[in-house]
């Protein structure tokens, strides 16, 4: 769906202030010119995705952001007019008319009609519509090419119920890391199977390594204290990005994290033009513990590879180890890390993500054990595909990611790896990984067209002929979710769940399952949502967190069982069982 919604719903809504300074070269002058105006407007992605609801039910009939229609082009009405006479036009037009205030009597006589009043809406509902406006208009308005055809809902189908519930049992109440909300920012569990049972890990992003033992969390390493370059800004993708445990732990002592230090703290093993500002640096470091079975952590560290970023968003995601992969397997022991794009798109160089000779938004296939690395610090594995090739960077295992937050094997068929994709205004995605494969991004998001030179807020439709890039198995808009929090396929003791990829949104905790078991490229698997019970009584982390940002992240323990985390609260939950609506309520 475009813009514009069916015709019949003839709102004015915005047929307001932006007559008068459209940017068609055809629209009648402001009669009261303004320097660009600086007003504070919502701009959090549920506030925006709210306001564009209200945009595409009232005003997209109407109103585009790079072409008049019945009204006029709304690209940088936000600037032009201040909020205050914004919000009094939406409320009631007439009553602005009737007042003689000018612009409203110019903006009657050049549309010779009223705009309806919109009392009824809310203060934020309003403050919602016109943070929506703001963000797409000033797109629009600093775009480098006016592009039609934009979706701002591009997939209409809306994803259905399922009849299935989560049982949800409180495990864990991860230790406090900060004074303010989220005062928890727990982003990653693992689990591992040890000679003495099970061992689970949970990182918190303040600089915390935990283990849990029975419902007591102790810290197991404190990175802050072991690397002074340490450092954590919260909102703004610092601190422990991720890690994981080496399969062979119990004798190598072996583990693995990804951090942030500031920019130009060391030279870089994959560095940015000095012309350019480098925004920070993430670090992937190998820790060797004296006794692995110690709870403690105690031995020694070294640097396997350092990396520049343009900003501080999508920096060094998810790194893991196969999971599923046995000794003699050609996966065993080699390392994956899932690179964003270092916010390139925000700095306006697309040119450094989206190819294979470019290292950011990548996933990349190392093996730590190696040194036939430029750095000497870690191995090219053989395999890789781009390993003998000068056109590509060999420890590339696949490319054209924005954000490849999470990723995971299938236990019935490890080679099917799973990237969950962040998508940046429209299209959540779940990926199906194929070495030296390219997945889009920059020039795709989902299976629409995304065009960094246009409105970066919105996508565009595929043209006929579109063979270049891998698309989702998995994907779903911004009508549902904001951003999507990878899971895994289940094959636990749960029946009802064996072969369902499970997976949610972070900010809403929406989850989701999808039947990946003949999924493949090209084919999209169908979502449900599901639901989920808690002390016996069906619930919502939004119902249980008081409506704040839920950021929900899922893990799974060397058992193959699930767990669900919020970074608000440090809460873990693990799902203990699946039932049917209908047995909730006999």
Not at 276 to 295: D, F, I, R, S, Y
Not at 439 to 466: I, S
């Amino acid at each position: 769906m475009t813009f514009l919604v069916p015709k019949g719903q003839i709102y004015i809504l915005l047929g307001l202030c932006l007559g008068l300074f459209s940017c068609n070269s055809n629209a009648k002058k402001d009669p009261h010119p303004k320097a660009d105006i600086v007003d504070n407007y919502l701009q959090d992605e549920l506030s925006v995705q709210k306001g564009m609801q209200l945009f595409n039910m009232h005003c997209a009939s109407c109103h585009d952001f790079n072409a008049d229609i019945i009204g006029p082009n709304l690209a940088g009405v936000t600037g032009k007019a201040d909020k205050a006479w914004l919000t009094d036009f939406i409320r009631n037009p007439k009553k602005k008319i009737e007042a003689g205030d000018e612009r409203s009597v110019q903006l009657y006589e050049a549309y010779s009609t009223y705009m309806p009043a919109f009392e009824h809406f809310s203060e934020d509902e309003l403050e919602a519509l016109l943070g929506f406006i703001h963000k797409y208009s000033e797109a629009e308005r600093k775009s480098k090419k006016k592009r039609p055809g934009a979706l701002s809902d591009p997939i209409t189908e809306k994803i259905t119920e399922s009849n299935l519930l989560l049982v949800l049992e409180e495990v864990l109440q991860v230790p406090a890391s900060a004074e303010h909300h989220p005062k928890a920012r727990i982003n990653k569990l693992a689990g591992l199977r040890s000679s003495e049972g099970e061992r689970l890990f949970i990182a918190d992003l303040n600089g915390k390594l935990y283990e849990a033992k029975g419902t007591t969390v102790k810290t197991y390493l404190d990175m802050v204290q072991q690397l002074p370059n340490f450092i954590n800004v919260p909102g703004f993708g610092t601190g422990i990005g991720s890690f994981d445990i080496h399969p062979n732990f119990e004798e190598n002592g072996l583990l693995y994290t990804t951090h942030t230090e500031p920019a130009h703290t060391r030279e870089a093993d994959f560095s940015l033009p000095d012309s350019l500002k480098v925004g920070l640096q993430w670090v992937l470091t190998e820790w060797k513990a004296q006794n692995p079975e110690e709870q403690q952590f105690s031995g020694s560290k070294r640097e396997l590879l350092r990396m520049d970023m343009l900003g501080t968003v999508h920096g060094f995601q998810e790194v893991s180890f196969n999971p599923m992969a046995k000794k003699g397997d050609s996966d065993y022991g080699l390392l994956y890390l899932c690179i964003g794009d270092g916010g390139a798109i925000y700095a306006d160089k697309p040119q450094f993500v989206g190819s294979e000779d470019e290292i950011w938004g990548s996933v990349i296939r190392i093996d730590p054990s190696g040194s036939n690395s430029v750095n000497g610090q870690y191995g090219l594995p053989p395999d890789n595909p781009f390993v003998g090739n000068s056109e590509g960077i060999p420890e590339i295992w696949a490319y054209g990611f924005r954000n490849p937050h999470r990723i995971s094997w299938d236990a019935e068929d490890p080679s099917r790896m799973y990237v969950s994709n962040i998508g940046r205004h429209s299209v959540e995605e779940v990926n199906l990984v194929e070495k030296g494969r390219n997945y889009g991004w920059p020039n795709r998001e989902g299976t629409f067209v995304f065009d960094a030179d246009a409105n970066t807020e919105v996508v565009y439709p595929l043209p006929k002929d579109d063979e270049d890039f891998v698309y989702p198995i998995i994907q779903y808009d911004h009508d549902e979710g904001n951003a999507v929090s990878g899971g895994y396929v289940y094959y636990g003791k749960m029946e009802k769940l064996q072969g369902k990829y499970l997976f949610g949104d972070i900010p809403r905790g929406t989850l989701f399952m999808a039947d990946v078991t003949n999924a493949h490229r090209g084919q999209l698997a169908p979502i449900k949502k599901m639901g989920f019970v808690l002390n016996g009584k069906a619930t919502t982390f939004d119902a249980l967190l008081g409506g704040a940002r839920v950021d929900l992240r899922w893990g799974m323990d060397s058992a193959g069982e699930l767990y669900l985390f919020t970074k608000y609260d440090g809460k873990v939950y693990m799902v203990v069982d699946c039932i049917d609506k209908d047995a909730l309520s006999s």
